[in-house]
C-alpha cells in the first residue's frame, strides 16, 4: 500500500493563501493532489491542512475516492512546525493502521507529473531505498559567496574560483539540490528515534529544472505563470498533472 501526503497550511506569510492561488485555472494545491491521484501506483491521497477552505476546494474539484482529510490544529500548522517532525510525532494519528510506504508531496512545485510519480515509485521499489527528488543549480555553486553591510564579500568555498581564477563554466562541478516535489520511504521509518530527516539513508530521483519550480513568493508564482504560458503554446503540452 502506498499512501501520499499533501500538506497544505493557510498560514502562508510570504504569499498569503497560495496554495490556492489560482495558477492555470485552478487551485496551486490542485496540482498536487491531482497528480497523485492520478497515479496508479498510489491507494490513498491525504490533504493535511488546518484549513477547512481548502478541503472544500479539493473536495469540490477532484472526484476520487482516494482523498482524505489530516485536519490540523493551528498549532500544528504554524509558521514554525516543520512538516518532518510534524508527520513523524504525529504517524499515528496520519496513518493509523495503514502500512507500506508514504509519499510527500508539496503542493508548491506544481510542474511535479504524475510520470515523475510513478518513476520515483519505481526507484524505490527496485532499489529498497528510501527516495527525494531533487534537481541541478542553474549556475555553478562553486561561486558562491557571502557578503555583509559594508560590502565585503567572503567565498564559501576555499577553492571558490573568484580567489582561483579558474572561472571556466566547464571546469565546475554539477550540483543538485532537493526540490520538494517527492518524498518517498517506508511508514515505519517514522517510528525510528535516529531518523532526523526524510534525506537519511535516501537517493535522490532527479527532475529537470522546470518540472522543479517551487513557488514561495510573489516573483516564484510570476515565473511559474510564465513558465506555464510557454509550455501551453509548446507542441503537444497540456496543463493536466
Request: hydrophobic share 40%.
Amino acid at each position: 500500500m502506498l499512501t501520499a501526503i499533501v500538506p497544505a497550511r493557510s498560514g502562508s506569510k510570504r504569499l498569503p493563501h497560495k496554495n490556492i492561488k489560482v495558477l492555470g485555472g485552478r487551485p496551486l494545491l490542485l496540482w498536487t493532489l491531482e497528480a497523485c491521484c492520478d497515479t496508479a501506483h498510489i491507494d490513498e491521497v491525504i490533504l493535511s491542512t488546518d484549513s477547512l477552505e481548502y478541503w472544500q476546494i479539493a473536495q469540490e474539484c477532484i472526484d476520487s475516492e482516494k482523498l482524505s482529510l489530516d485536519l490540523r490544529s493551528k498549532e500544528d500548522a504554524g509558521d514554525k512546525i516543520k512538516i518532518f517532525d510534524y508527520i513523524k510525532n504525529n504517524r499515528q494519528k496520519i496513518f493509523g493502521a495503514r502500512r507500506g510506504a508514504f509519499l510527500l508531496a508539496l503542493p508548491t512545485v506544481p510542474f511535479r507529473t504524475k510520470k515523475n510519480i510513478s518513476d520515483a515509485i519505481a526507484l524505490y521499489e527496485g532499489t529498497g531505498r528510501a527516495v527525494f527528488s531533487a534537481t541541478n543549480y542553474g549556475f555553478p555553486i562553486s561561486f558562491a559567496f557571502e557578503f555583509n553591510a559594508v560590502g565585503a564579500w567572503t567565498p564559501i568555498f576555499g577553492d571558490s574560483p573568484m580567489l582561483t581564477g579558474n572561472t571556466r563554466s566547464q571546469n565546475q562541478v554539477a550540483a543538485f539540490h532537493p526540490n520538494g516535489a517527492i518524498y518517498l520511504r517506508n511508514i515505519i521509518d517514522l517510528a525510528n528515534r535516529d531518523l532526523r530527516t526524510l534525506y537519511d539513508d535516501a537517493i535522490p530521483y532527479l527532475m529537470s529544472r522546470n518540472e522543479s519550480i517551487a513557488i514561495d513568493c510573489e516573483e516564484d508564482f510570476q515565473l511559474a505563470e510564465d513558465l506555464l504560458d510557454v509550455m501551453i503554446e509548446s507542441a503537444g503540452y497540456s496543463n493536466d498533472p
